[in-house]
């Protein structure tokens, strides 16, 4: 998992701002995901990439967006429409083996 | 929809004794069972899986434990030490969805007292 990069660590947002979380990884793993955590939760899958040029909604996708252009990168975009942004952030990737490893995360905090 | 149900959500042991959290799903179609540990503030990583064609498997102080039948896998950890403190998350994989995506329970915090 020392193969997966997120950034920033700690990200700040106005409300209605969008803002974009970065994940790159070079463990050359076809799929990428993107989850959200909060409190207490466990992690809620917002949307998940098998294969470069497509990805797929996850459980809670509402007022996210992302683009998968490189097999290496996977950035997720909270837009304005997200209503409860502030959560931590992790994105994983994966092999054919369907093991997930995780990158060190983004704590957003919107205000 | 598919759920992954996990007991307990909180645990409390004195270092040397031995912790089980149980997780229970509901796809019988699932074939991957990993098991994640993580420490506050950190990434999950990964300590163990299991896969549909093994009943258990053990990595040192860690087994974990698959029950098709019944739809339930545990994790037992012998010989707790502090170090072991941690949100312990288990997961499920469900075939009838995107291959390879995993459902996750909602977490064991784990609390070893030395």
């Known amino acids: 998992d020392g193969g997966i990069t997120q950034s920033p660590k700690y990200l700040f947002r106005k409300e209605g701002q969008n803002v974009t979380l970065s994940c790159e990884q070079n463990l050359n793993h076809d799929a990428m995901y993107w989850y959200r955590q909060d409190p207490g939760q466990g992690l809620r899958l917002i949307y998940y990439s098998q294969i470069v040029n497509d990805f797929q909604k996850g459980d809670i996708a509402e007022g996210y967006s992302v683009s998968r252009e490189k097999k290496e990168s996977f950035p997720l975009t909270v837009t304005s429409a997200q209503k409860n942004p502030t959560a931590f952030y992790l994105c994983?990737?994966?092999?054919?083996?369907?093991?997930?490893?995780f990158g060190p995360g983004t704590r957003l905090t919107v205000t | 929809g598919e759920n992954v149900e996990q007991h307990p959500s909180t645990l409390s042991v004195q270092e040397g004794d031995s912790a089980v959290i149980k997780c229970t799903y509901s796809d019988s179609a699932s074939n991957y069972f990993p098991w994640y540990k993580q420490e506050l503030g950190k990434r999950p990583q990964l300590i163990i899986d299991i896969r549909s064609n093994v009943g258990e498997k053990k990595d040192q102080r860690i087994a974990v434990t698959l029950n098709k039948t019944a739809k339930h896998f545990s994790l037992h950890i012998t010989e707790t030490q502090p170090e072991d403190s941690a949100v312990y998350f288990c997961a499920a994989s469900l075939r009838g969805r995107s291959q390879g995506n995993l459902i996750f329970g909602k977490g064991t915090k784990l609390s070893v007292k030395p």
């Open positions: 994983a990737s994966g092999g054919y083996t369907y093991e997930q490893y």
